[in-house]
């Protein structure tokens, strides 16, 4: 799943990999925990994390090749916020060929900048259930707990201000190059990331199956 900041990779991603059966990957969410969790990857990680800039493609393709590897995997999987520059996607082709895979297919979500602006920065992360929410929607209002599972509800460090005009940045520049990049190798599919949640959904659907 492709896009920029906002796009709603995350949210689409999750509900894909319900409907296929299948692992969400989301390395974003790997290395959120490894900062929780105080790891060795996490201290790593935080610095950039927090400055919205990218993590080292060595350790972030570490991270990928060790989760694709697993055993849940093979009947297929999600990817969310992976690959983010073309040597991640150099190393996902590698990968994929090693584990005898069909090529990917790329969903590229597309959403305006207002529309991505305003989703950063009403979005609210659930520590509970990870689960992902908007200001905007009934029920999820400064310290509310969890529409979902009462859990506590926060802003991600890189939804401030300063962090979401850097991560904009950092994908024009690193990432928006794999839109040409996949659909150079005819895997890319552009769909629409705005209106209504089920429709975005009934899009990704459709595409991740024909
Ligand atoms: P996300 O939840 O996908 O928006 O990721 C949050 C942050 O984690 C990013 O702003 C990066 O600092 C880091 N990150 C996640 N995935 C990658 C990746 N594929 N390459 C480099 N950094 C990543």
Redesign the pocket.
Same mark, same amino acid.
Request: glycine residues 16%.
């Given at each position: 799943m492709l896009g920029p900041?906002g796009a709603g990779k995350?949210t689409q991603a999750v509900r894909l990999s319900e409907q296929l059966g299948v692992p969400h990957i989301?390395?974003? +969410?790997i290395?959120r925990e490894a900062v929780a969790q105080d790891t060795e990857l996490g201290r790593q990680?935080k610095g950039?994390?927090d400055a919205?800039?990218?993590?080292p493609d060595e350790l972030?393709i570490a991270i990928a090749r060790e989760r694709l590897d697993r055993e849940d995997c093979a009947a297929g999987f999600v990817l +969310?916020?992976?690959? /983010?520059?073309v040597p991640?996607a150099e190393a996902l082709d590698e990968a994929m060929r090693a584990l005898g895979r069909e090529p990917l297919r790329v969903l590229n979500l597309e959403v305006g900048e207002q529309e991505m602006l305003r989703r950063l920065s009403g979005r609210r992360m659930c520590r509970g259930c990870d689960g992902i929410f908007h200001v905007d929607q009934e029920g999820v209002e400064a310290d509310s707990p969890c529409p979902e599972c009462g859990g506590q509800l926060y802003q991600r460090t890189?939804d401030q201000p300063e962090a979401v005009r850097e /991560?904009l940045a950092v994908y024009q520049r690193q990432t928006e190059p794999l839109i040409q990049y996949y659909s150079d190798r005819g895997l890319l599919t552009n769909i629409s990331g705005e209106g209504a949640l089920g429709e975005i959904q009934e899009r990704v659907r459709s595409a991740a199956q024909n």
């Open positions: 900041p995350g989301s390395t974003g +969410d290395l990680a950039y994390m919205g800039e990218l993590v972030v +969310d916020g992976f690959p /983010r520059t991640q890189d /991560r």
